[in-house]
């Protein structure tokens, strides 16, 4: 997991993620980015609503759902670009914003799917054949080249040789520590010394944390669970160890790793106290993925790249506070400097009434006019190479972090939300994690009661 330093425009160049044994996937799970790389919890889906200037004769409207609420602003951009209603060949541009993963899974099974939909788990569709292949369109597009792409971002379009996506909407860097400077200075804390390891985390997190005279939470320091820190593909980097091998096709949580993992982030809820760290979630605006940390009331998450952007955007009182560190490593990997490469992709589903109007979404979100829109107004960037090398590292608050990171990382994700049932592995993960920092069960019997689960569902799917 370790790589020599390079240039950010070497990386860009040579490409060098792969060339390190690390793998891309989507950012933000399908909460969700971007990156998920970076969303607001799914909500259901939203109406329908025709978006282009009317079909030409016979053509059908290009029906895509995407799980974020915040690329709208950027959607409806485009829906007043000429460019964008030629670029899809003057096809009605049917979409939906927020749409959680069930509502997916519901118009598949009942034969009515969208043309495909983003912020999806991914590899669980391509590796049931759920997505069409797209080589042959890619072969032809004028638009799509490989070379253009980290290549590492490319090859995660792909499932057992097969390319079913092409790198769009959101793809770059998932890990940093974001900090609100003036929370963090108003408690007495060093901005510029950030905490580096777990237990560093976890003092902050004692300082910061504040209540108000009837107990409840007025302020948290850090949610180890929340946002990028939640996944265990996170929490492996962190903690030393991989929770999918794909070369092996093997799952490995039972391990050392993932015991103190369980053990030292559960104690930041104990200090909230669990029940008191829902209430606070429950209040309106400050959910997890950056409400809480947009209201001020958490004063460090662990998110991507998107994160300065986003919250410039979303609340840019807040955002001018923001800067971006390093993410915590256990103790036993003190010096460590953690990063990992992830984003989206424009699938299209078997069943697509225009797989061909899908396709030219894709080739959309590739060029130019595209990304300018989704970097300005929602905060994201593709994985063109050409396009990273030229952003500014000023251009929002705690930016330069992430494109220096890129140089100075030590040791990178080998494979990110690589396993076809991760979306499984991540649901059993959320409720054991919660049984331990409840002191319902222990931390050795969560990681063996998680390696059960997981090898159990993996042998019932046939894998």
């Known amino acids: 997991m370790k790589r020599e330093k390079i240039s950010r425009r070497s990386f860009l160049r ?9 793998a891309l996937a989507a950012c933000a799970p399908a909460p969700a980015a971007p990156a998920a790389p970076a969303a607001p919890a799914a909500q259901e889906p939203a109406a329908a609503e025709p978006t282009t200037a009317p079909a ?7 029906t895509y759902w995407f799980g974020w609420s915040n690329i709208e602003p950027a959607l409806k951009t485009y829906v007043g670009m000429p460019e964008f209603t030629e670029a899809l060949g003057g096809a009605t541009f049917d979409y939906k914003v927020g749409v959680a993963g069930d509502a997916v899974l519901t118009a598949l099974a009942g034969g009515t799917p969208p043309d495909g939909s983003a912020n999806s788990d991914y590899v669980a569709f391509m590796a049931k054949d759920q997505y069409m292949p797209v080589a042959d369109y890619v072969k032809s597009s004028s638009v799509i080249k490989e ?9 995660n379009g792909f499932w057992k040789g097969v390319q079913y996506g092409v790198p769009a909407i959101e793809h770059f860097l ?8 003036d929370t963090v200075e108003k408690a007495g804390l060093d ?33 180890p669970y929340d946002a990028m820190a939640g996944e265990t593909d996170f929490v492996g980097l962190s903690f030393g160890f991989q929770p999918f091998d794909e070369n092996s096709f093997k799952h490995d949580l039972n391990n050392a790793g993932m015991i103190e993992a369980l053990k030292v982030m559960g104690e930041f809820y104990k200090i909230v106290g669990p029940d008191k760290m829902v209430a606070m979630r429950g209040v309106e605006g400050q959910g997890g993925w950056g409400g809480s940390f947009n209201a001020g009331v958490q004063s460090q998450i662990i998110e991507g790249y998107w994160h300065p952007g986003e919250t410039v955007v979303q609340k840019p009182e807040v955002a001018k506070f923001n800067q971006a560190s390093w993410a915590p490593v256990s103790d036993s990997r003190a010096g460590k400097k953690i990063q990992g490469v992830g984003g989206h992709f424009v699938p299209i589903f078997v069943g697509a009434k225009n797989p061909q109007g899908a396709f030219k979404l894709a080739e959309w979100f590739c060029t130019d006019a595209a990304c300018d829109v989704l970097w300005k107004e929602v905060g994201w960037l593709p994985a063109r190479k050409d396009y990273i090398a030229k952003v500014s590292a000023d251009e929002y608050p705690g930016l330069k972090f992430y494109l220096d990171s890129v140089n100075e990382a030590t040791d990178w994700t080998p494979n990110f939300r ?11 993960f959320q409720e054991l994690r919660e049984s331990v920092y409840r002191d319902n069960t222990t931390a050795e019997e969560a990681a063996a009661e998680l390696q059960k689960r997981v090898d159990t569902e993996w042998k019932n799917q046939g894998y």
């Open 14 to 22: 040579a490409s060098a993620l792969t060339a390190t044994g690390a």
């Open 56 to 62: 030409a004769d016979g053509v059908a409207p290009v």
């Open 147 to 155: 070379e253009d792409f980290i290549e590492s971002a490319w090859k």
């Open 174 to 181: 998932n890990y940093g520590l974001n900090i609100n400077a």
């Open 191 to 223: 901005p510029s010394k950030p905490p580096a390891t777990w237990s560093e985390a976890l003092e902050w997190h004692k300082t910061l944390t504040t209540f108000d005279g009837a107990g409840n939470v007025k302020t948290i320091g850090l949610d």
């Open 418 to 428: 690589r396993s076809p049932i991760h979306g499984y592995m991540q649901s059993q």
